[in-house]
């Protein structure tokens, strides 16, 4: 396989809402197709940076289906089903199947710290419950504990129609050793737009991106460039948008990319609780890096 099933260059799609904070439906439609028309390989709707945690499963269900609506069929749609309970993520993966997404993601179980063969069991019992492809989420920062390397490619190895992972523990010498002993086609991808050459360096097949959202063919052209082997121009783009990569992580994610939409004429409305908007000063500040980086 020369291409992972997915893609190289998938944006963790926001999720926006309107002035009360309830979700703008059609909003989604139309930056779903701007991040199509901006080359993306595919769609990762209501994951972290689509406020997952706020977003609760009646409402998951129609962004689900707006933006499958609006580009399905022209790129990938997956949905973002991953819970803390067990029960809970296999039955609205079920549900989530037959909306006609393309695959799902799950994330580790946050809060409940379950040992790696509780970690184990979670995904193959989801993956197994449903004929989609599962991709795996490991983010240490915000689930307390790491899925390590071994539990990955137990469920790499063992369960067919799970065919990636987004690593975001930064540990470089874990997502090495799981990109050396996946089966063949099985695609690692950066959870840290920052990571995504060092990561591609090692073989990681790509990245699926915050920064996506604010500015998609820049991302991709980094990833495509390190993906050809032009390792010169890779690192060139990446450092040119390296700033704002930064920037956008000072407070916890979506806080800033949204900020970012806004202060680029896409504005897709603010966070719920218990999330806050960008204050003035950090907004301030944004601005600055992204005219600096030839973003405004």
């Not at 939409?261 to 890096?289: N, Q, Y």
Request: proline fraction near 6%.
């Amino acid at each position: 396989m020369t291409q992972p099933q997915f893609g190289r260059f998938i944006p963790a799609m926001i999720t926006p809402f309107d002035a009360d904070l309830n979700l703008d439906l059609t909003r989604a439609q139309e930056l779903a197709v701007r991040l199509v028309d901006g080359g993306s390989d595919a769609l990762l709707i209501n994951g972290t940076t689509g406020e997952s945690p706020t977003v609760f499963y009646p409402q998951k269900i129609s962004l689900f289906t707006a933006v499958l609506e609006a580009v399905g069929g022209k790129v990938p749609v997956i949905a973002n089903v991953g819970d803390n309970c067990t029960a809970d993520t296999v039955s609205f993966a079920r549900d989530v199947e037959k909306l006609g997404v393309d695959g799902v993601m799950c994330v580790v179980p946050y809060y409940n710290k379950p040992p790696q063969e509780g970690l184990y069991r979670h995904f193959r019992s989801i993956a197994e419950a449903i004929d989609l492809p599962v991709i795996l989420y490991n983010i240490p920062g915000r689930c307390v504990i790491n899925m390590e390397a071994h539990t990955t490619l137990r469920l790499a190895h063992d369960v067919p129609n799970i065919i990636a992972i987004k690593e975001a523990s930064g540990k470089l010498d874990q997502i090495t050793e799981i990109i050396s002993n996946a089966p063949e086609g099985f695609a690692v991808y950066s959870g840290d737009d920052e990571m995504t050459l060092p990561l591609m360096g090692l073989g990681g097949w790509g990245v699926i991106s915050t920064i996506g959202n604010v500015a998609p063919a820049r991302m991709k052209q980094i990833v495509e460039a390190s993906a050809a082997g032009d390792h010169t121009k890779a690192l060139s783009a990446h450092l040119r948008l390296q700033p704002l990569m930064k920037e956008l992580f000072v407070m916890a994610n979506p806080i800033m990319v949204k900020e970012a939409m806004r202060l680029s004429g896409f504005d897709c409305g603010g966070v719920r609780l218990p999330l806050v908007d960008a204050p003035s000063e950090r907004s301030a500040k944004l601005a600055e890096v992204m005219r600096a980086v030839g973003v405004l």
